[in-house]
């Protein structure tokens, strides 16, 4: 009798399985169809209220993608600390430290040198400038065991209320011909600022997906005691993971400075939930041990589609927030709905 019920359930074992695993896939992809279907809304709402075309009009698309490039930049660091299975609430104000150290060391070398050094050495030092707290972060984190959450809500504070300092409460104007076309010019008709995060988050995906680096951090995110037993540093492994999050904070500020001709301390706050959720909709697990850089930049147009288009069809902005924190909250019910199918716990 057993084995005539094992005989009728081999069947039905290959559909079940074949059914998880389109689930499976659909549920990576959720980013990519979130962006579909509003892309189709906010289509078809153009056409039909105003006569035009919402998605094949070059204005709105480099609109959405300027919008997108702030955020973004945030998100690619974030990717591999969420994959790590932690977080970094202090890159928001990152950003704004490194805008204002670029805007007052172009200032400074600018009456010494000509432009272009001067807009070359202060990009180079407000970018190195956001390593200090990424480095304390990543001490805090891998040596003193804080939790990350703690760690870097703790630097969050500290790199406020120094970006403020800095820039004594008000923004810090700078004035270079060559840093003010770094932020507005065009390459072949592309805005400099979108190539540039083109290209960039090009080498994050590689080293996420192509390196031994984008390795350990998906098995640090997975399981950190498996890691270990693997021989993986994971204490240097963090470190690192949180420097480079706050590199590309760093570079966000840098090129903010470069688009609005000033330095701004709270350039990056208003991003860091943008930057989170880009993230969280494009697939990455809050658990770690997922997620992916394609990901990311589907979250974040998802999110700058959201933002632009509801201006777009006259809404208020208010109505953003609400959005946006209705697909977090469906991706994040993606993913637990995945990990159960998939049986992780």
Same mark, same amino acid.
Request: hydrophobic share 55%; glycine share 12%.
């Given at each position: ?75 690619? !660091? ?78 969050? !504070? ?129 658990? !770690? ?5 394609? !990901? ?8 700058? =589609?959201?933002?632009?288009?509801? =201006? ?34």
């Amino acid at each position: 009798m057993s084995s005539a019920q094992s005989t009728l359930d081999q069947p039905v074992q290959p559909a079940a399985s074949s059914s998880r695993v389109w689930l499976t896939r659909i549920a990576d992809l959720r980013a990519w169809l979130f962006l579909a279907l509003l892309l189709i809304f906010f289509e078809t709402w153009a056409r039909y209220q105003y006569g035009v075309s919402f998605l094949f009009s070059v204005y709105n698309l480099q609109s959405v993608t300027i919008f997108a490039v702030a955020p973004l930049l945030l998100a690619l !660091g974030s990717t591999f600390v969420i994959i790590s299975g932690g977080i970094d609430l202090s890159i928001g104000f990152i950003m704004g430290l490194s805008a204002v150290v670029c805007a007052h060391a172009i200032n400074m070398i600018g009456g010494y040198v000509p432009p272009f050094p001067a807009m070359l050495l202060g990009v180079i030092v407000g970018v190195a400038v956001a390593i200090i707290p990424g480095l304390v972060n990543g001490l805090l984190i891998s040596k003193l065991r804080v939790p990350p959450f703690i760690g870097t809500l703790g630097m969050y !504070g500290v790199a406020r209320g120094a970006a403020f300092l800095l820039a004594g409460g008000t923004t810090v104007p700078v004035s270079n011909s060559w840093f003010s076309a770094l932020g507005n010019g065009r390459i072949l008709g592309v805005p400099t600022v979108v190539v540039i995060t083109v290209l960039f988050l090009i080498l994050m995906h590689y080293v996420l997906s192509q390196t031994r680096f984008g390795q350990h951090t998906y098995a640090i995110g997975a399981s950190e005691q498996a890691a270990l037993r693997a021989g993986i540093n994971v204490s240097r492994h963090t470190r690192r993971l949180y420097i480079l999050s706050a590199i590309c904070a760093g570079i966000g500020g840098v090129l903010y400075a470069a688009r609005f001709t000033a330095g701004a301390a709270q350039a990056g706050e208003p991003l860091l939930l943008d930057s989170i959720a880009a993230v969280v909709i494009g697939g990455a697990s809050l658990f !770690g041990g997922s997620g992916s850089i394609f !990901g990311t930049v589907a979250g974040s147009l998802v999110i700058a =589609v959201i933002q632009y288009g509801l =201006v777009f069809i006259d809404v208020e902005p208010f109505w953003q927030f609400v959005s946006v924190g209705v697909v977090i909250i469906i991706s994040v019910l993606v993913d637990q709905t995945q990990r159960r199918i998939g049986g992780r716990h």
